[in-house]
């Protein structure tokens, strides 16, 4: 399977509150777990990624975990900010077809 | 270190026109995958090249075409074009290829076909 799924599709957090994205992924041969953040007007950044030899990975505010055998993933942004609210996308590399597939993607929205 | 560029970034076409969209990688990037961004189907991958070479291909149909000259540069054609075009198109450059390595994308060019 090619699927990637990603919860919510939206999420309003109140500023400094916590905030974590949740993605499922059905390639089980799938190593490579990228976050993107993407903002108005602009194309996907990179913001964390994540590899099928490690359980969890963190940079400042934020962590990415990783489940392989439950085969989810998942974005965890601590201390949010103004500037946080952006799409965020999870992505797996599917090994068999060689591409990146993306979840559909979760609007966030920081509340001051 | 200059980011990866995309031209142009706007671009109105008609039904049945072809297009050419142009991407320049960052500097000592081989590799330049295409993705088609709407909101009904989000992100999906075209294809990926390699040192000029096409290394994979997406689910599209031949109607999109590409190619990746030695200055790893690379541009993407879409001939006979349809309503179902219209999108943001992203390319996003790596060191190493896709999937599994850093990818960084492009601003996009945005196509809407009338």
């Known amino acids: 399977g090619e699927n990637v799924e990603q919860h919510p599709s939206t999420l309003s957090v109140q500023e400094g509150d916590s905030a974590v994205i949740k993605c499922t992924y059905s390639?089980?041969?799938?190593?490579?777990f990228p976050w993107y953040k993407q903002e108005l007007g602009k194309g996907p950044q990179l913001i964390i990624d994540?590899?099928?030899?490690?359980g969890e990975k963190k940079d400042q505010r934020i962590a990415v975990t990783l489940n392989k055998t439950a085969k989810h993933f998942s974005l965890h942004i601590t201390e949010t900010q103004p500037e946080d609210s952006a799409v965020y996308f999870c992505a797996a590399a599917i090994q068999g077809a060689q591409k990146l597939v993306f979840g559909q993607g979760t609007r966030l929205t920081i509340n001051p | 270190k200059a980011g990866v560029t995309q031209t142009p970034r706007y671009l109105i076409k008609t039904r049945g026109q072809q297009v050419t969209l142009s991407c320049s990688p960052i500097s000592g990037h081989r590799s330049v995958s295409w993705y088609q961004q709407t909101p009904g189907q989000g992100l999906q991958f075209l294809f990926e090249?390699?040192?000029?070479?096409?290394?994979n291909k997406g689910n599209f149909p031949g109607r999109f075409s590409g190619r990746q000259f030695s200055n790893s540069r690379s541009e993407m054609n879409v001939s006979t074009l349809e309503l179902g075009d219209s999108a943001l198109y992203l390319c996003a450059s790596s060191i190493q290829g896709a999937p599994d390595n850093e990818q960084f994308f492009g601003p996009g060019t945005r196509l809407t076909v009338l």
């Open positions: 994540i590899r099928s030899n490690v």
């Open positions: 090249y390699f040192s000029e070479t096409q290394r």
């Open positions: 390639d089980s041969a799938s190593n490579y």
